[in-house]
């Protein structure tokens, strides 16, 4: 069957391994997810987005799932790189409140 | 590129006081977005804007107001400073439409109030 990924504050990984961040939301209304980035000393950065009438978008090295059945959201990064180390947050969007929610997020560590 | 900058990296400043800051966009961006950071809180809406002169509140406004006179321009004002307003302050644009927008965050201001 189909697992569905824990939501972790903290997530540790080898360079050049792939890493999965994960992210529950919280309104089945929500019709849009972004994916964000934050560096020590920025604010966040816009990654990859994805709409509910999709559930899966690639970029470039990045991969965002989307599963509306579990309200579930994920970003996989393939081959992380040391400058991947940063914390991620997902955010959800209802199209009537026109305002984004973000979820806790989550700081990737990348060791050489 | 878009560009966010918000007025001052740092900012210290006094119980009582009255303390603006400073958003600017240069993308015309329709609606902008005042947040607060908190380690374990994470991001947190003060106010938004959809259009020039309006406003609407967000989750925590308590404390806070904000003015838009240009499109381009949001301010967010503590109207007196107190220490549990001590926080990373970030600002962020989006394109209004027919379908929801990313946003783009400036670098933020750390405010100290002591």
């Known amino acids: 069957g189909e697992s569905v990924g824990l939501h972790l504050p903290t997530l540790s990984v080898q360079e050049g391994d792939n890493s999965i961040i994960n992210c529950a939301y919280s309104?089945?209304?929500?019709?849009?997810f972004i994916w964000y980035k934050q560096e020590s000393g920025k604010g966040p950065q816009f990654i990859i987005d994805i709409r509910s009438n999709m559930d899966k978008r690639q970029g470039q090295r990045v991969t965002v799932l989307l599963n509306k059945t579990v309200k579930h959201l994920s970003l996989q990064i393939a081959a992380t790189q040391p400058g991947d180390s940063a914390v991620y947050f997902c955010?959800?969007?209802?199209?009537?409140?026109?305002?984004?929610?973000f979820g806790d997020g989550t700081t990737l560590t990348v060791k050489p | 590129d878009v560009k966010v900058t918000q007025s001052s990296r740092y900012l210290v400043k006094r119980t009582g006081e009255k303390v603006f800051l400073e958003c600017v966009q240069d993308?015309?961006?329709?609606?902008m977005f005042w947040y607060r950071q908190d380690p374990g809180l994470g991001l947190r809406l003060i106010y938004f804007s959809y259009d020039v002169k309006m406003k609407e509140k967000g989750d925590i406004p308590e404390g806070y107001s904000v003015s838009r006179e240009k499109k381009e321009r949001f301010s967010l004002i503590l109207e007196s400073a107190s220490t549990n307003q001590t926080s990373m302050y970030l600002c962020a644009s989006s394109l209004s439409g027919a379908y929801n927008q990313p946003q783009h965050f400036g670098d933020g201001t750390r405010l100290s109030i002591l």
């Open positions: 993308m015309d961006h329709e609606n």
């Open positions: 309104n089945s209304a929500s019709d849009y």
């Open positions: 955010a959800e969007n209802n199209t009537n409140a026109g305002k984004s929610t």
